[in-house]
């Protein structure tokens, strides 16, 4: 128990201070890449209470994929430097009261949540799910969630393809004057469409159509 | 003490699992080499040692020697930290691959996610090592890799999902002895060559070695990297080949099981069986890599997303209806 606490504390220790590293850092690749950190403790934390599927999820999900989208995007913009006009303009006071809003109501949840779990201890035994302890937790989840929540699982899909579709939808645009490349006419074409042989006369010579 | 004897025992069998895979590291990047050389005609690293075997060591004393240098514009923690983190991911994949039913590492029930998992950190290593350099080259080396990586993952998450639907547990020790009767690169043989071509694109491998296409980019992400930290960049990727060459064996071909179950070919032990699949599809990476010339960036995202993903998730499908109709699925 003694090596479990001892890593409990060291990954939610990474875990606290990576967190505030990402809003405090003032570089946004450095957030970014503590945003990663943050991740990955997490998913050990997860790992540590025997949520292993969640935990690799996690690994796979946002530090696989939306993190390196993130990394991305931030790479490719220069966002430092518009970071620093926001902190030296007078209207950055904009940010601020949205941002106060925000972090109000994440702390009232926060404290809902923890005083649920403290002072209604048997919330957690009380619920209508019947867990059958003695399978992975992989498994597990796979029971409930293509059963019970097919519907909001499958809700679920549809609300993300459509947020796909409509981000593909917002950014696509059609220049003109594109040369695109066909692979069906270029594959489908034929000897007889490239090469034409011309029976040249003598002292005229041929000429060509471009 | 308790605590003591577990490190003890833990380090113990880590380095007996990671000093053969180094070393196996240094002598598959020799046999790269040969491969390469003997389709084109050439001798390749003959020299130093019986058929040049020492070449890779000879190599690695050479970088050992070699200066260090951090350009002065570098953002040099991130810089140190790349070679460091892709040596790390590489070989910590390793703790999971089965070398026979009871010795590997660490038996986890999420096995093939922890491959998976593992396999997609390795771009960061890429990133990290392409934009710390502050330099033209390596940053769109990393860029081209990042997108290049994260689009094969897609399809190799899928052809993962296939195999799963046949087995029925994420535990590769599982997965292995689902193919006692049937090697599944036999009913799923599609997916077993899109497995290949997106391990190629995943490990930037010719043909889809375009994020370090010494052509246009001198060598990409680590075009700023010298000594040591090059050669830990090498041992990185090279580690990730093996890899997914295990994956792909524990996959498709069997794992550490021998392909006929009679007298002389039982006895083998597993470990050897596995060893040799290992090869077989190093073989392969290596002639493709010689045979094969450089796909263009757009035809390589085509490729991806336009055949593989479609492919694949078709192939799901059509695993998933076909086991369901014939009242194969593995529930237990």
């Known amino acids: ?210 | 003490m308790e605590y003591l004897s577990i490190i003890f025992s833990e380090t113990y069998k880590i380095l007996f699992l990671l000093v053969p895979v180094l070393v196996s590291v240094a002598m598959i990047v020799w046999l790269d080499r040969r491969i390469w050389a003997f389709v084109q005609k050439r001798q390749g690293p003959n020299v130093v040692g019986p058929f040049g075997l020492l070449q890779s060591l000879a190599d690695a004393l050479k970088y050992m020697f070699k200066e260090v240098i951090i350009p002065s514009s570098s953002n040099k923690v991130i810089f140190i930290l790349a070679p460091i983190v892709t040596m790390t991911l590489a070989l910590i994949s390793w703790a999971v691959i089965p070398f026979s039913a009871t010795q590997v590492l660490a038996d986890i029930n999420v096995g093939i996610l922890y491959l998976f998992a593992v396999s997609s950190l390795g771009v960061y290593g890429i990133i990290m090592g392409g934009w710390a350099s502050n330099s033209k080259y390596p940053f769109l080396g990393a860029i081209r890799s990042a997108a290049q990586m994260v689009s094969y993952e897609v399809s190799i998450g899928v052809i993962i999902i296939n195999v799963l639907l046949c087995v029925g547990s994420l535990n590769l020790n599982d997965i292995v002895m689902a193919q006692e009767s049937l090697w599944f690169v036999i009913p799923l043989f599609p997916m077993f060559v899109i497995f290949f071509i997106s391990a190629l694109a995943e490990t930037n491998r010719p043909p889809f070695d375009l994020p370090e296409a010494e052509a246009e980019l001198v060598a990409g992400y680590q075009t700023e990297y010298s000594g040591m930290m090059y050669a830990m960049f090498w041992l990185g990727e090279y580690a990730n080949i093996l890899l997914m060459c295990a994956m792909g064996s524990v996959l498709f071909l069997g794992g550490w099981l021998s392909p006929i179950d009679l007298f002389p070919f039982n006895v083998i032990p597993g470990a050897i069986w596995l060893i040799l699949k290992i090869l077989l599809l190093f073989i392969l990476f290596a002639l493709v890599k010689a045979i094969v010339p450089r796909y263009r960036y757009d035809q390589l995202m085509r490729l991806g997303w336009k055949i593989f993903l479609p492919l694949s998730l078709t192939w799901v499908v059509l695993t998933a209806s076909f086991l369901f109709y014939f009242n194969l699925l593995p529930i237990n």
């Open chain 1, 1 to 210: 128990m003694l090596a479990h606490a001892i890593f409990f504390y060291i990954f939610s220790l990474i875990a606290i201070v990576s967190a505030i590293m990402v809003t405090v850092s003032k570089n946004t690749v450095h957030s970014v890449f503590f945003l990663i950190l943050d991740f990955i403790s997490i998913s050990c934390l997860f790992i540590m209470i025997g949520a292993e599927f969640l935990g690799m999820i996690m690994l796979i999900i946002y530090v696989g994929a939306v993190a390196v989208l993130f990394l991305f995007v931030v790479m490719m913009l220069n966002v430092a430097q518009q970071k620093n006009q926001w902190f030296s303009a007078r209207e950055s006071s904009k940010h601020i009261p949205v941002g106060l809003i925000i972090s109000t109501i994440i702390f009232f949840e926060l404290i809902i949540v923890i005083g649920g779990w403290k002072y209604k201890p048997d919330l957690v035994s009380s619920m209508s799910l019947n867990i059958d302890s003695s399978i992975s937790n992989t498994h597990a989840i796979g029971y409930v969630l293509y059963t019970d929540y097919i519907h909001i699982f499958q809700l679920s899909g549809m609300i993300l393809l459509v947020a796909m579709i409509g981000a593909i939808v917002l950014t696509f645009r059609q220049r003109s004057g594109v040369k695109r490349q066909s692979y069906f006419s270029q594959i489908s074409r034929e000897r007889s469409d490239g090469v034409e042989l011309i029976d040249v006369p003598s002292n005229k010579g041929v000429k060509s159509d471009d």
